[in-house]
């Protein structure tokens, strides 16, 4: 049996979250959603009080992308999950091109090969902890790549795929654990999309999507044409982007959302801001994950598990452990200690840590992480 190790509290971090989704939420977050129980928890979202909160996110987030003119902040229910479905349903006229390497820009592609009104998608695939970006290919209208692979950390490039343009294809990016996080040009896209339960330290069932003119076009064209074919292709209200627009545009969702999860997105968003924008976020993930990564290298039983160093990601970083190292032995350690949710990504089955530090973390918090790793690693017997 494993003996329990205490960590000095010299050594703790000051605050022990470190998670992928759902990640840390700011003390002045809880404490503006306790300030909304009175004002806006069990109220009319169709009401000015909650609406204001909406048009507060979607003007914030249009500042902090710096979106181009004509591009549009939509929001819905249902999380980045649900959006893959709305566009397989609005957004995929016939077929789509996609990069997969991981779990979750895998599903995505899985999803639109299992609907029966589009073709079989073009799937351009790499290995976990590599990336594979799709390429000019014939006959699609749609190129989709994830920003973050959250289970592996691998951070991809986003530019359009050369000639997509005069193809008349639209480039969707799935940024759920991204956004916010790294770099963006907003106009590379035309569909920037996430969910609010990593950068942006909310809950989830919420997406979030910066559109274009050409696929706010898209959808449109898609769902009259839907109208046309009858049972062809069915564009139930839900998955319906143009009905997720009119909604977004009045500031309020389809459907009823969680008003908590507005009101810390809306913090955070504020935050943010004040604190100077993407630069700023980018810049404090980057510093938080260069820590990570020079003390994997320095150490003689932690590895960076993506090797290409372009491709490291700076909001989701995967470490793997020597073998003589269990990495479950020290994650449970580290909760021990009030240290969370530093467990490599499931399915990955690999000897793994994996770390979230989004802007909410402290690089001083990440630092004194890795000095906690390396004394549970001493201790463990």
């Known amino acids: 049996m494993i003996e329990s190790v205490k960590i000095p ?161 639209l480039t969707l990016i799935d940024a759920t654990s991204g956004a916010g996080g790294l770099p963006v040009d907003i106009a590379q896209t035309d569909a920037y999309y996430f969910s609010p339960q990593k950068v942006f330290g909310s809950d989830g069932g919420l997406w979030i999507a910066i559109l274009s003119p050409d696929a706010i076009e898209r959808a449109a064209t898609v769902e009259q044409s839907a109208e046309l074919e009858g049972a062809r292709r069915w564009v139930p209200p839900f998955l319906s982007l143009t009905k997720a627009l009119e909604n977004s545009r009045k500031d309020q969702t389809l459907n009823t959302p969680a008003i908590g999860t507005l009101v810390l997105l809306d913090e955070q968003v504020k935050w943010l801001n004040e604190h100077g924008g993407l630069d700023w976020a980018t810049k404090r993930c980057a510093k938080s994950a260069g820590i990570l990564y020079s003390w994997a290298e320095q150490s003689d039983y932690a590895t960076p598990f993506v090797k290409d160093t372009a491709i490291r990601s700076n909001v989701v970083v995967t470490i793997d452990l020597d073998e003589s190292v269990s990495a479950s032995a020290v994650v449970s350690a580290l909760r021990d200690n009030g240290i969370v949710d530093t467990s490599g990504y499931r399915k990955l089955g690999r000897n793994q840590l994996r770390i979230g530090v989004f802007p909410s973390v402290k690089p001083d918090d990440v630092e004194a992480l890795t000095h906690c790793v390396d004394y549970v690693v001493e201790h463990l017997h």
């Open 9 to 169: 509290a010299s050594l703790l971090p000051e605050d022990g979250r470190f998670g992928c989704g759902p990640s840390k939420i700011r003390p002045k977050q809880v404490k503006a959603l306790a300030q909304a129980g009175t004002t806006l928890l069990g109220t009319s979202h169709r009401q000015s009080p909650v609406k204001h909160v909406v048009a507060s996110i979607r003007e914030g987030l249009a500042d902090y992308f710096s979106i181009p003119d004509g591009w549009q902040v939509a929001l819905g229910n249902g999380g980045a999950s649900a959006f893959w479905e709305m566009a397989c349903a609005s957004l995929i006229a016939r077929r789509g091109a996609f990069g997969s390497y991981g779990s979750f820009s895998g599903k995505f592609a899985a999803s639109a090969a299992k609907a029966p009104f589009l073709e079989e998608p073009v799937i351009y695939k790499g290995e976990y902890g590599t990336c594979a970006l799709p390429e000019y290919t014939e006959d699609v209208d749609v190129y989709a790549w994830a920003h973050n692979e959250t289970s592996t950390g691998v951070m991809a490039p986003i530019r359009r795929v050369r000639g997509s343009v005069e193809q008349g294809a």
